[in-house]
């Protein structure tokens, strides 16, 4: 496999279920990144990760639990969402330099997204 | 934060005509993406562009940091052009690249 996988690539689950949303990098990339784009909004940045540390929280609720257990993978974890949590959860990886500032090596790759549906 | 606003918000063409996308952004930045996003859902990067202009095949970018805009030139476009074109943006300085996205072009090409 190459680039970003996440699965799965559908979900329907109720507001009580627990589920979780796996990403995998095979990059090499240091850097990971939860978003979620709703229908006829901007995607929304909701978690980053840089070498398995959280350096975002973007006021995401306690609902959305992230989980990095090491650089190359990424875990969403959900309980009793909401109807309004409905949307395209997407994933990204990028390789961060050290300097602070962007350059072109910090290109965010994304996975093909998980679809994901509340009842 | 930044504000990033694209125009046009939809766009209709037809297979071979040229277009223009165009991207403002509020602030000074030190990143810009331009990225087309398939009906699939499926996001690629298209270009790293925070300033100056360039070509990849069909497709051209020119960002103008001082006047806040970048163009995405599209040219004998094709109906697997056809999707939603993001522009995302960051200020940079911090330590992870957090960008933010516009609002997005929605192409079709038809045949």
């Known amino acids: 496999e190459t680039g970003v996988t996440q699965t799965p690539r559908h979900l329907v689950m109720g507001m009580t279920n627990k589920k979780s949303l796996k990403c995998e990098q095979h990059l090499g990339h240091n850097a990971m990144y939860w978003y979620k784009q709703s229908a006829k909004k901007p995607l929304e940045l909701m978690f980053v990760y840089n070498f398995k540390e959280q350096t975002e929280n973007n006021s995401v609720p306690s609902r959305f639990s992230p989980e990095c257990p090491n650089s190359s993978h990424l875990f969403l974890h959900l309980h009793t969402l909401q109807p309004e949590d409905s949307a395209l959860y997407l994933c990204?990886?990028?390789?961060?330099?050290?300097?602070?500032?962007?350059?072109?090596?910090?290109?965010?790759?994304f996975g093909p997204g998980t679809r994901l549906t509340v009842l | 934060g930044i504000q990033v606003e694209q125009s046009p918000p939809d766009l209709i063409l037809q297979e071979g005509a040229n277009s223009t996308l165009r991207c403002n952004f509020s602030?000074?930045?030190?990143?810009l993406q331009w990225f087309h996003q398939n009906p699939w859902g499926q996001l690629i990067n298209l270009f790293y562009?925070?300033?100056g202009t360039k070509q990849n095949g069909r497709l051209s970018a020119t960002t103008v940091a001082t006047e806040r805009y970048s163009l995405l030139y599209i040219s004998s476009s094709q109906t697997t052009d056809s999707g939603v074109y993001f522009c995302a943006v960051e200020k940079g300085g911090g330590a992870t690249n957090k960008l933010i996205f516009g609002t997005g072009t929605l192409l079709a090409v038809q045949p």
């Open positions: 602030d000074s930045v030190n990143n």
């Open positions: 562009i925070p300033s």
């Open positions: 990204a990886s990028s390789q961060e330099g050290t300097g602070g500032f962007p350059s072109s090596t910090d290109t965010q790759y």
